[in-house]
């Protein structure tokens, strides 16, 4: 089945600065869709992707969809603490699925102040 | 703005018991999903229901089974739970009309199978 690969698997940065995560498949892709997940509550939409070389802002986040359709990055500039949590990258399953998604393995952030 | 709803938001059973979880997804979508999450792990997909009708299924066990009702909210029903049964379950909806990719998950419901 289709691979999502997210890296970095956690990450540990000061309050302030950058932070760049990625998401990679074997697959090409029409959709990249980027989630946060804070403990023990649903995922929160952040950013959707439709397009190869699309570049799309949200507040502080900026996410791109790779020109290869196989890869999509996540920044967020100038981190506070309430970013903490797990960043998971999505796309929809091929074929027929209608919206059926599948999930990174999550990218773990933590903020210290 | 209106998000998804579940319910019970935690739940207590034992093993080889049932269970019945509730979905109400935010007003004028019509479609749902259902995942499971253990922990540590990335969301799963288990099913999904389109106009009332299953559109998709998942790694869904045969042990379950869910349906969208005409007022368009689904129920997940468990039964001969096992340990392993023990997981976060999320709902999403989303509208077809609209862009049936970008999905809304609810807060999720905390099912422990003791």
């Known amino acids: 089945g289709q691979q999502l690969n997210q890296s970095p698997q956690s990450m540990f940065i000061q309050e302030g600065e950058d932070v760049s995560m990625n998401c990679t498949s074997s697959s090409i892709f029409n959709t990249w869709l980027w989630y946060k997940q804070d403990p023990g509550e649903g995922p929160v939409l952040l950013i959707a992707l439709y397009k190869a070389g699309e570049l799309t802002s949200n507040g502080r986040l900026t996410a791109q969809f790779g020109i290869t359709r196989k890869d999509s990055f996540l920044n967020i500039s100038a981190s506070i603490p309430s970013d903490v949590g797990i960043y998971f990258c999505a796309e929809k399953a091929g074929g027929t699925s209608y919206g059926k998604l599948t999930f990174g393995q999550g990218t773990i952030l933590t903020v210290h102040p | 703005a209106a998000g998804v709803i579940q319910s019970p938001r935690h739940l207590i059973k034992e093993k080889r018991e049932t269970a019945t979880l509730k979905c109400y997804p935010i007003?004028?979508?019509?479609?749902v999903y259902w995942y499971q999450q253990g922990p540590g792990q990335d969301p799963q997909f288990l099913i999904s229901f389109y106009e009332k009708m299953q559109s998709d299924k998942g790694s869904i066990p045969d042990r379950f089974s869910a349906q969208q009702f005409s007022d368009y909210h689904s129920e997940l029903n468990m039964s001969s739970l096992e340990l392993g049964d023990s997981a976060l379950y999320f709902c999403?909806?989303?509208?077809?009309?609209?862009?049936?990719?970008?999905?809304?998950f609810g807060p999720g419901t905390r099912l422990t199978v003791t």
């Open positions: 999403a909806s989303s509208s077809r009309s609209v862009n049936v990719l970008e999905q809304y």
């Open positions: 007003p004028r979508h019509d479609t």
